[in-house]
């Protein structure tokens, strides 16, 4: 079961701060496991990124989605990077 509430507004805001690095660096593929596992993104979240033409689209919607995984989103993604 996913948590459906927010992330702490620094966590949200040290991804804004980042979202062009991310956009520019990230493959969202090299993370879907370590997310998917610690309960981040389900498969089908996974399909929805996948959805995105290219990749800097497949990053903002992961983006986009991040927040509103809970509270330990951001340390489980920090931690896959």
């Avoid at 927040?67 to 340390?75: L, T």
Wanted: charge should be negative.
């Amino acid at each position: 079961v996913l948590l459906i509430y927010s992330m702490e507004n620094s966590h949200r805001q040290l991804l804004n701060d980042h979202l062009v690095v991310l956009a520019t660096d990230l493959d969202p593929s090299d993370i879907y496991a370590h997310l998917i596992e610690g309960k981040v993104l389900t498969a089908d979240d996974v399909e929805l990124v996948n959805a995105q033409v290219t990749r800097r689209e497949k990053v903002l919607k992961l983006m986009f989605m991040l927040p509103r995984r809970g509270p330990h989103a951001f340390e489980i993604f920090a931690a896959a990077l």
